[in-house]
């Protein structure tokens, strides 16, 4: 179809896009909108950004869309670095005795090449602290127009645009903005999808857990196994919670997080400065710890997910529509990848530059990774279950029966034998949480925005969840492959598509795409990149890209703004009208032109 909702006249609407919310998911819409110069107004009923730093796990992927939005080294300068989180720690207490280690977020020496050969980008623990105000302040100073102790009341939405009802929480007064689109991503208790009505599976509630930020000189219990997480082993530690306990780096290694959990079942406790203060030392195991008590919190893990995410001109993201324990560290990075797939749709759709049915391509592609992180998550809790049961603890367990525990797995004897097997096999389970590569990276979307080839169905030789496996298959992210440029410097293959442009990516027998993607850019009037890589600015010097692109080179791949392969082609037709022709079509249909 032809598109109609045009970029016309400023007075009819007060803004593009009203983001409600401004965290990882409403942040970097808010950022990605203004990048792509697309008026946007941010809203938060919060007086600053986030006061806890709740979300820290920063993976590759997520690295990635901040690498595109060319705040990637802003994100380096404050974030720890991959070396200092990996060094995963069982134990009864960080003073105490250690029940076993797990290498964490690929630095073991088995997956570190795995990792650092299939993406430019490095994991990093990134606090929400530090994150946000990457996310907004870049937002701000490229053009979103971002207000503080502003409260989102209500929606209305008709065919041209929505009308929310705000709150000014300084002056007191309500006011209304009328906006193309509303993106809501306002968190886990979300208004938004609250009044849109978008349909959840699953349950909320199912365990109570609280946080408790402090901050405490550990570096005689950590810095020589540095790590993100220690998870502790005392009694109480199967109660709620996120699986044990777990004292959490924030700032190696003075600043911390602990989550402890309680009995959804029973009334709230009360966690006052003096018992946070007493909790914090049990972990820890120094009853004389100087300890400063920042925040605490009560919070419950849940296990819900939309199965849809937008009606109409409203749309949410991030925690709006997948609630879940932060086991492997996916909330934000999830929440960033929903907003990276929704905004530059919103962008061409608000140009003129693609028909408004390309929106609907949103929930069909993230809905269903929401689900699997959800799952994911919540599985991942539960899985230190075989723990419990190889030490031989469960509910109501003291101290006696945990030192017993420990005391059998170090047995000298056929069965401590057996119960170390035990032991490493439960802990190893842990991969799936802490090494979860393919989890994080191996998105595969379908909808009309992807156009599937007649390739074979694709075999998964590895784990799924453990392994990423690059492909160039429509749907798959755009493989990383190391190219060499002019000056002879080493790039990406994702620093050359991406920055809200579809790309044609071709090689050097590829001309026809050339001259191909000029006539669509004429005809469509949508801008188009053309890379081909061979030439003087993207040379295939290590032969990587030959080893990973899965068609010839004249063959073609369409690369979407957000780095996903829409399509492909294996090898160049007969001739330049044919090219012409399979290139417009193909853009048509994604764009639902």
């Known amino acids: 179809m032809t598109p109609t909702d045009t970029h016309d006249t400023y007075d009819t609407y007060d803004t593009d896009v009203l983001v409600v919310g401004s965290g990882p998911a409403g942040g970097s819409a808010a950022l990605l909108l203004a990048t792509y110069g697309i008026r946007t107004l941010l809203v938060t009923k919060y007086g600053w950004l986030a006061n806890t730093p709740r979300a820290h796990i920063t993976n590759q992927r997520t690295m990635e869309v901040l690498r595109d939005l060319g705040v990637e080294s802003e994100a380096l300068a404050v974030g720890s670095p991959s070396h200092l989180m990996g060094d995963t720690v069982l134990c009864t207490a960080l003073s105490g005795q250690e029940i076993g280690r797990i290498r964490s977020w690929g630095t073991g020496p088995e997956s570190a090449s795995e990792y650092a050969s299939k993406s430019p980008s490095q ?158 030392r049990d972990l820890i195991g120094d009853p004389d710890l100087p300890v400063e008590i920042t925040s605490t919190s009560l919070w419950t893990v849940n296990h819900s997910y939309a199965t849809a995410y937008s009606s109409g001109r409203v749309f949410c993201a991030g925690d709006a529509v997948h609630r879940h324990p932060p ?22 759709v608000i140009r003129g530059e693609a028909g408004p049915e390309l929106l609907e391509t949103y929930s069909a592609e993230r809905a269903p990774v929401g689900r699997q992180i959800v799952e994911r998550a919540n599985l991942s ?127 050097l027998s590829g001309g026809v795409w050339d001259a191909a993607a000029s006539a669509c850019r004429a005809t469509l009037g949508v801008p188009l990149r053309v890379v081909c890589v061979g030439d003087a600015n993207s040379r295939d010097a290590y032969g990587e890209w030959s080893r990973v692109s899965e068609v010839a080179e004249d063959g073609v791949l369409l690369v979407r703004p957000d780095g996903h392969v829409a399509w492909r082609r294996a090898t160049a037709p007969d001739t330049a009208a044919a090219a012409q022709d399979e290139l417009l079509g193909a853009l048509r249909r994604v764009l639902a032109r």
């Open 123 to 280: 994991m990093i623990d990134l606090p929400q602290t530090y994150l946000e105000p990457i996310l907004v302040s870049n937002a701000a100073a490229r053009g979103a127009k971002v207000r503080l102790d502003t409260e989102f009341l209500s929606f209305t939405q008709d065919e041209d645009g929505v009308t929310a009802l705000l709150r000014d929480r300084v002056r007191g007064d309500e006011f209304t903005v009328r906006a193309r689109y509303l993106i809501g991503a306002d968190g886990g208790r979300s208004a938004v999808a609250e009044q849109l009505g978008l349909p959840f599976d699953g349950r909320m509630a199912k365990a109570g857990s609280m946080n408790i930020v402090f901050k405490a000189d550990l570096a005689r219990y950590c810095a020589h196994r540095p790590s993100v997480l220690y998870w502790v082993l005392q009694p109480g530690a199967e109660t709620g919670g996120i699986g044990m306990g777990l004292v959490r780096m924030v700032r190696p290694w003075n600043e911390w997080l602990l989550v402890w959990g309680y009995d959804i079942e029973q009334p709230p406790p009360e966690v006052d400065e003096e018992t946070a203060r007493q909790i914090v």
């Open 381 to 507: 809790r539960d899985q230190f279950g075989p723990i419990f049961d190889v030490l031989g603890v469960g509910a109501g367990s003291g101290e006696e029966a945990i030192a017993e525990g420990l005391a059998a797995i170090r047995a000298r004897t056929p069965e401590g034998a057996k119960k170390r097997r035990l032991l490493e096999e439960s802990i190893q389970l842990k991969n799936y949480e802490f090494n979860a590569h393919g989890v994080e990276m191996n998105q595969r979307y379908v909808s009309a925005a992807v156009l599937p080839d007649d390739a074979a169905d694709e075999v998964w030789e590895q784990d799924r969840e453990l392994m990423h496996r690059p492909t160039t298959r429509p749907g798959a992210k755009l493989p990383h492959a190391w190219l060499v440029d002019a000056q002879g410097e080493r790039v990406s293959t994702l620093d050359v598509v991406g920055t809200g442009v579809f790309t044609v990516l071709t090689g």
């Open 327 to 348: 086991s492997n560290g996916l909330g934000s990075n999830t929440s960033i990848q929903d907003s990276y797939n929704l905004a530059w749709k919103l962008a061409m």
